[in-house]
């Protein structure tokens, strides 16, 4: 009995593993992946059925489209077709009553000397609304308010009340008999087919773009029961109405806002889309080897095709495999991989997750296994270092398990590669399955469309300017496309590729090094190529404006504790994401089973990341990227960390009492949290050397980093990250004398309040309680 896995069979038999998965579930077999083995029974079928059918039925079946086609488009304008008839018009009397033909007159008699706010409205007249000057929306129906009302913008309500309207009323069956007449007149001079608007008219705008004087539309308003003046806005019903009764076509502008093209999204069309090269970003722990294994990739595949081609580090490279193109993002490690879903871009196809065969799981493995996790990308395992003696990938492979990640071989669907990134073992095994991953998810583009995409890495370069790496996403990127990247503009003047070359074109999922732009852009930053330099300059500049703006007034734009309840009353939130960080694993998981289980009317906490120790820069561009509130538990951020946390805006909660987060959390969660008292940190300080004195205890000769430290100051003792002691100021002293405070830069004495377990290497978090003044 022969059994092959479906990949394998595939690549002997010349087909996609897809073609060939389709041609089992079409036969009755249920089928995992494209690593499930087959047997003898459906090897056979499938020999018979592979004989019988050409290879192109099978592709046909893969051609299928999956998505929605959409078509992609720079045009500013896209038009959207109303028409209303004449008849709508005709039906309505004054009061906007919906009445027949012969019965008018009557009507209009009956209801002009009883404006009674009669609402028996049939169709449409809820939107008819006519706005006065300032926009404001009047009542919905035409005369439909009673007659005392003095609102002059309501239509058929003056100050003077029911005398006018009466003779209004009386005039309005003449001119109603005119209308008609006059109408037909109106006809025989040319009209437009149709106008196109965008929101309202005033009469005045209505009436040019129909090539009618305004006393015409007045008139017809008149007719209706609506005294309006040529200044007066027309809503979109009304001009609709109106327009239909010339029969004339509206046409609603819808106006894009191209200065915001991120929020289009990429807009792949089906019907033109083609396979591009799938985009890889290598993760994993310190020292389990990505960059080794980016280099070795690189190495055997870069150089030995392209002969005499130099590589150059311009953030991705592209290498050729089985004659197919895979891009690795060239900066590992999981800060650049969020920070890009941070800023919006989602550059990365699958995720190659490193793990050392002699080290096993770690916990950047497990954070790297969260952060692919959060941007729903597939993951592919490499079990580095089998060269080593005491390698064990077994026991990588429990432990991935154990994350959830099980081996295909074990009844998981997860890849697993054992290499040698050093030896260069298992590199086309990788890269084999790179592709497997690729195929199945068919990753598409339309090369024809202008270029779409976003930054890998971008500097200032003393003698060229500002220089970006971009990895074109959608589209094709030229040289001398006018180009809007992040906030920056200009004319792709030099494009080089990985290899160091010049190149006039790149194609989606080419990372390329351009010049010619007016600014710095930053990584993760979205560009897109318009029609014309003056297009992208203006663009370019809004854009700048905007983000000006936006950092002016954004405050807090990520979630905090403080204002989670005005989100969830707001119905923004119904997933709070949560990151938690823990001296221990023990308080780990008694936070996280905590958390899970608070239970605030259909509010759910997520755990995206929960870890040992202290709180990372890693950590918080998670959580801004996926809009998360950090806990610490006994643990502090770096400086770097809080440096980050600040810019990024993201709302980090420490305690030391397990009950203190899940009752200000719930407390937040129910709109309850008191924040009368904020710490505030206000200085840092290193410990430098310690004495011990009997009478006194331990005395800790610090030296002041940041800020300042004070006698009365709160202060925390933090060793590698987790916090080991929080409590008070005993004495602080400036050589021998007391000191009241101490500033950044001077040395000082300080022993803590019944506690003497001071270490030289610790640091102090001096800090402060702050009344929070109400917003
Ligand atoms: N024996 C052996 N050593 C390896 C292998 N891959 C990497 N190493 C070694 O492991 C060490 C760390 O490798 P790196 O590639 O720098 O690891 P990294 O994951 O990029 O590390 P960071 O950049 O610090 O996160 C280096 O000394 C490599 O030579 C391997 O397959 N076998």
Redesign the pocket.
């Known amino acids: 009995m022969s059994k092959m896995r479906i990949y394998e069979y595939a690549k002997e038999h010349h087909v996609t593993s897809k073609e060939v998965i389709d041609i089992l579930e079409n036969i009755g077999f249920t089928i995992k992946s494209h690593m499930s083995v087959i047997e003898d029974n459906a090897i056979n079928q499938l020999n018979r059925k592979l004989n019988k059918k050409t290879v192109s039925a099978g592709q046909q079946a893969k051609a299928e489209p999956k998505k929605k086609n959409t078509e992609g488009t720079v045009n500013q304008t896209k038009t959207k077709e109303k028409k209303v008839t004449h008849q709508t018009l005709e039906k309505r009397d004054r009061n906007g009553n919906a009445f027949k033909g012969k019965t008018a007159n009557n009507s209009v008699g009956e209801n002009s000397r009883n404006n009674s706010g009669n609402n028996n409205v049939r169709s449409n007249s809820g939107n008819n609304n006519v706005r006065n000057k300032n926009g404001n929306s009047k009542s919905g129906n035409w005369g439909n308010k009673p007659s005392g009302s003095n609102d002059r913008s309501e239509f058929g309500n003056n100050p003077n009340g029911g005398r006018r309207k009466g003779r209004r009323g009386n005039n309005q069956g003449r001119r109603r008999g005119n209308f008609s007449a006059s109408s037909r007149e109106k006809m025989e001079i040319k009209l437009p087919e149709k106008i196109t608007i965008s929101g309202s008219l005033t009469v005045g705008q209505f009436a040019e773009k129909l090539g009618r004087p305004s006393t015409d539309i007045i008139k017809k308003l008149m007719v209706l029961g609506v005294m309006a003046t040529k200044n007066q806005d027309l809503d979109k019903d009304t001009i609709e109405l109106l327009a239909g009764d010339y029969g004339v076509r509206v046409e609603e502008e819808v106006i894009v806002d191209e200065a915001s093209f991120e929020d289009e999204g990429l807009e792949i069309d089906e019907k033109t889309a083609v396979l591009r090269p799938p985009v890889v970003t290598i993760m ?12 070795s990739i690189r190495h055997t595949k870069v150089t030995a095709g392209e002969a005499g081609g130099i590589t150059q580090h311009i953030g991705a490279y592209q290498v050729v495999h089985e004659g197919k193109k895979i891009t690795f993002l060239d900066t ?2 999981h800060a650049a991989f969020t920070t890009m879903r941070a800023r919006g871009a989602e550059i990365t196809d699958i995720t190659v997750l ?1 793990v ?1 065969a002699d080290d096993g799981v770690m916990p950047q493995t497990v954070e790297a296994i969260h952060h692919a996790r959060a941007a729903k990308v597939p993951i592919i395992v490499a079990v ?5 003696p005491n390698a064990n990938p077994d026991h990588v492979m429990q432990e991935l398990s154990e994350q959830g990640l099980v081996p295909e071989d074990w009844g998981g669907d997860t890849i697993f590669v054992k ?5 260069g ?1 298992g590199i086309d095994d990788l890269l084999e399955m790179i592709l497997l991953v690729a195929e199945v998810n068919e990753y598409k583009a339309n090369p024809e469309k202008p270029a779409r995409g976003a930054v890998i890495e971008a500097e200032l370069d003393k003698g060229k300017g500002p220089v970006a790496t971009l990895l074109v996403q959608n589209g094709a990127l030229r040289i001398g496309d006018a180009i809007v990247v992040g906030n920056t503009f200009g004319r792709v003047r030099a494009m080089v590729n990985d290899l160091g070359r010049r190149v006039k074109k790149a194609t989606p999922s080419t990372p390329v090094e351009i010049t010619g732009l007016n600014n710095v852009p930053q990584a993760g930053d979205q560009f897109m190529v318009f029609e014309d330099e003056k297009k992208a300059r203006q663009i370019g500049e809004t854009r700048a404006e905007r983000a000006l703006i936006t950092e002016r007034k954004e405050t807090t734009s990520k979630v905090s504790l403080d204002d989670l309840f005005e989100k969830i009353k707001e119905g923004e939130m119904k997933e709070i994401n949560v990151v938690i960080k823990a001296d221990v694993q023990g308080s780990v998981e008694a936070l996280s089973g905590s958390l899970k289980k608070i239970d605030v009317d259909g509010v759910k906490i997520n755990i995206i990341h929960a870890g040992v120790g202290g709180i990372s820069e890693s950590d918080i561009i998670l959580a801004s990227a996926s809009n998360a509130i950090i806990i610490g538990f006994n643990v502090r951020p770096d400086n770097h960390a809080k440096d980050v946390a600040d810019q990024e805006k993201v709302d980090i909660r420490l305690y030391r009492v397990i009950y203190d987060a899940i009752d200000e959390m719930e407390a937040a969660m129910k709109g309850m949290l008191d924040p009368e008292y904020k710490e505030k940190v206000i200085g840092q300080l290193d410990v430098r050397t310690t004495f011990k004195v009997s009478r006194i205890g331990t005395i800790a000769g610090c030296y002041v980093t940041d800020g300042l430290i004070s006698r009365d100051a709160g202060i925390r003792l933090v060793r590698d990250g987790v916090v080991i002691y929080e409590g008070h100021v005993d004495t602080l002293k400036r050589f021998k004398d007391d000191a009241k405070e101490v500033k950044a830069g001077f040395e000082c004495g300080v022993t803590l309040e019944n506690f003497n377990d001071i270490k030289e290497g610790d640091t102090m978090e001096a800090y402060v309680m702050e009344e929070v003044q109400p917003k």
């Open positions: 994993g722990h310190v020292d389990h080897g990505k960059t080794t294994l980016l280099d590992p490690g490193v050392a580095n270092k089998i060269d080593k290499i040698s990134a050093k030896k073992i």
